[in-house]
């Protein structure tokens, strides 16, 4: 990711913020909603990661393509991922959106750029079967994960690639 891109979505979730204090309790939840999905959609700029077993699936599936190179959008479509429902992979947040935001929040009302910046580096990008999916919510892993290693660890999820060697790979179809 890219620090000018980083910047960029620091500025929108920074006003977002201001806005949502300057109201005071009206329309709120709606600010509230808009900072997540800005926080959300950091996820098509994020590194993107693949688990063992999905990487495996996704040869059995017939997938001759490094999992990386699809996005969310092509996981139903026939010239992608082949998986109409969504009924085998996931698009799993490693750090999760209401992590994140309960990061950004902690900043205070008045976060700087960078600090938030630095909270949406954190944002990565696992393709996991929905079996793993499952095992992380068992493990009481959902949507608060201050430590997600630990989390895949204790869901018994292994990666394919370390982090460093994971960028975003733009996909074909939707960039």
């Not at 808009?34 to 950091?42: F, G, M, Q, Y």
């Not at 499952?134 to 990666?159: D, F, H, M, V």
């Amino acid at each position: 990711m890219t620090d000018e891109v980083l910047l960029v979505f620091a500025e929108t979730i920074a006003h977002l913020i201001k806005a949502r204090d300057r109201l005071k309790g009206h329309a709120s939840r709606s600010y509230d909603e808009l900072i997540s999905l800005a926080i959300r959609k950091v996820d098509e700029v994020a590194p993107v990661n693949v688990s063992k077993a999905a990487k495996r699936q996704a040869r059995e599936h017939g997938l001759a393509k490094d999992l990386r190179r699809y996005c969310w959008f092509c996981q139903p479509q026939k010239r992608g991922m082949k998986d109409p429902n969504r009924e085998i992979f996931h698009w799993e947040h490693y750090t999760t959106v209401d992590e994140m935001t309960r990061l950004i929040y902690s900043l205070g009302e008045d976060p700087v750029l960078s600090d938030i910046a630095a909270v949406l580096r954190r944002a990565r990008i696992v393709w996991i079967l929905k079996s793993e999916n499952t095992k992380l919510s068992e493990a009481k892993a959902g949507s608060r994960r201050a430590n997600p290693a630990q989390a895949y660890e204790g869901a018994s999820i292994t990666l394919e690639h370390d982090w460093a060697e994971c960028a975003r790979i733009p996909c074909e179809w939707h960039g």
